[in-house]
């Protein structure tokens, strides 16, 4: 998506939204031949980056473009 490649990047996220558990989470680790999720199920690091992803897709300004304007006043 910061590459302006948009539509690549949400096939990609709806990809691995596919790859959640029955109660929406991720694993650790995917096994893509046995096509399982592998290790632990941690609560922060990987759903923050899920929840961060999605955030930044449904937003039309990329978030480096938003840094950039974040301190600016408006005129």
Known sequence: MLQGRRAEARALFE???ALRNDVGLL???YDPQARRQLGNFPQALSHLALTNTARNLSMTTGPAKRRANAG???T
């Open 72 to 74: 600016r006043t408006p």
């Open 27 to 29: 694993a650790e680790q």
């Open 15 to 17: 990809r691995l939204l």
